[in-house]
């Protein structure tokens, strides 16, 4: 399986590794990321091995070529990359539609396109996404959103389409929740109540809302965790009680988790949030965590409406809420946020996504048998 994506392996643990490394046991993956520059004399494929069954490909390209130049040397190197496989099934498995300018000419015996976020929205996405990803949705056999939202606005724009929500490996997350947890190092000297928060920190973010949160609750301690992107660090409220701690291991997350007092989510509402489906939801959930968010559609409809997590529009509406969390037993709500995760786990999900792909592989050789019956009818006639 060749899977193209738009996201680093090593960058942040996210859907892509859960879905692929699980893949990788029954099949070996090749994930295609984008390409890095460097002094080069000819472009190379830089193949790494990573989880059971994954090799990590990264496109090396010398600088100075031209835009149909990278995309010509992509192209090469993954016909290359097939050539040297010789499989005699290929399974194409698209996270961006970006990667069809390079691989649109080859053909596949199955096209997932497992679409987790609408790029198109998102800071600095190329103008020319939108197109593609009419092309890729024309060419997919199978597609998956990473959202109920998103699938409600493709679902009239593919005949196999399925929502696939965020999942959780709970295993991993309750660890949180454990009496011997202890505090990471850069945690332990900050003092309580922390209100948390890990994740990518992009434009998605409403660092206004947390700058008015962290002025109007001095005593609260804001724990920020995760890489800062496309936007300006310098941009980024900067007060006592405002930690910024950098990107951090997937696997020390629960215990960043498990040291705050409560959890909250303060998504801007813009194009980029529109269709989003946090997995750090269920996350911060299994962890033990209270959530509060800002109104994000599918947060509300996956969570706020079962009373899990809590809405807020404002600094105002967050800091209450939050402070309602603090104080209530968690008992009764750990026990209805353990009931709705316990059917949500990446290996449940992944089950169910290998099923529907397995699925539309056999409709396509089908389909393409009978096509070719169909020919070979009508040359037996004209003999």
């Known amino acids: ?22 893949i990788g046991k029954r099949q070996p993956v090749y994930v295609i990321e984008e390409p890095v520059f460097e002094e080069v004399a000819e472009p190379l494929l830089r193949s790494s091995a990573r989880s059971e069954g994954v090799t990590v490909a990264v496109p090396v390209l010398p600088h100075g070529l031209s835009e149909s130049g990278k995309i010509l ?31 649109r000419h080859l053909e596949a015996d199955l096209t997932v396109f497992d679409n987790m976020d609408q790029l198109s929205a998102f800071k600095g996405a190329p103008p020319e996404l939108i197109a593609l990803e009419d092309e890729m949705l024309a060419r997919a056999d199978v597609v998956f959103t990473g959202g109920r939202s998103l699938y409600e606005a493709k679902k009239h724009r593919h ?40 994740g990518v920190i992009d434009e998605r973010m409403d660092i206004g809302l947390v700058a008015e949160i962290a002025a109007k ?5 804001l724990v920020m965790v995760g890489p800062v992107v496309k936007i300006d660090p310098a941009d980024l409220p900067r007060a006592e009680n405002v930690h910024w701690l950098g990107g951090r291991d997937y696997k020390d997350l629960p215990s960043y988790v498990g040291g705050w007092d409560a959890a909250f989510m303060p998504f801007a509402l813009n194009e980029s949030t529109r269709f989003i489906s946090p997995t750090k939801t269920p996350e911060f959930l299994a962890a033990g965590a209270t959530v509060t968010s800002t109104p994000i559609t599918d947060v509300i409809a996956d969570y706020g409406e079962a009373g899990l997590v809590k809405i ?49 592989a056999h409709a396509r050789r089908r389909s393409r048998a009978t096509a070719l019956g169909v020919e070979a009818v009508k040359e037996a006639a004209n003999v």
Request: glycine share 4%; net charge negative; hydrophobic share 40%.
């Open 159 to 198: 005949g196999n389409i399925h929502a696939f929500p965020s999942s959780i490996d709970v295993e991993h997350f309750s660890r949180g929740r454990a009496e011997d947890r202890r505090d990471p190092e850069d945690q332990a000297a900050i003092p309580h109540p922390r209100v948390g928060f890990f």
């Open 73 to 103: 040397a992509q192209r090469q190197l993954v016909d290359e990359l097939l050539e040297s496989l010789g499989a005699e099934r290929r399974v194409f498995w698209y996270y961006t539609p970006m990667a069809l300018l390079f691989s």
């Open 217 to 221: 609750r001095p005593q609260w301690q």
């Open 1 to 22: 399986m060749i899977c193209f994506s738009h996201l680093r392996w090593d960058f942040v643990y996210q859907r892509p590794q859960h879905l692929l490394s699980r």
């Open 312 to 360: 807020a529009s404002t600094a105002d509406e967050m800091i209450a809420a939050i402070e309602e969390q603090m104080a209530m037993d968690r008992g009764p709500w750990l026990a209805r946020v353990d009931a709705k995760l316990a059917d949500n786990s990446w290996d449940q999900t992944f089950e169910r996504i290998y099923a529907l792909a397995t699925s539309a």
